[in-house]
């Protein structure tokens, strides 16, 4: 199953390539120690409380990233 910009982050950091995809646009986003306790959410949900990290704009590019793998 492919995953996309509505995959829980546990699903998306659990693929490498995708895992690689959320690095590229969001720099650390992997080591953060926030991230645990948002594992069972989508960047869509998470998006509120990433202090405008995580814009509608970077959205869309992870989502076209995302559709390439």
Do not use: C, W, Y
Not at 25 to 53: C, E, Y
Request: no cysteine.
């Amino acid at each position: 199953m492919a995953v996309t910009i509505n995959s829980s982050l546990k699903e998306l950091l659990a693929d490498p390539k995708a895992k690689a995809i959320l690095e590229k646009h969001f720099p650390g986003f992997s080591g953060n120690p926030q991230l645990q306790m948002a594992m069972g959410m989508t960047l869509k949900q998470v998006q509120p409380f990433s202090r405008g990290a995580i814009t509608d704009d970077k959205l869309k590019l992870v989502e076209e990233d995302l559709k390439k793998i």
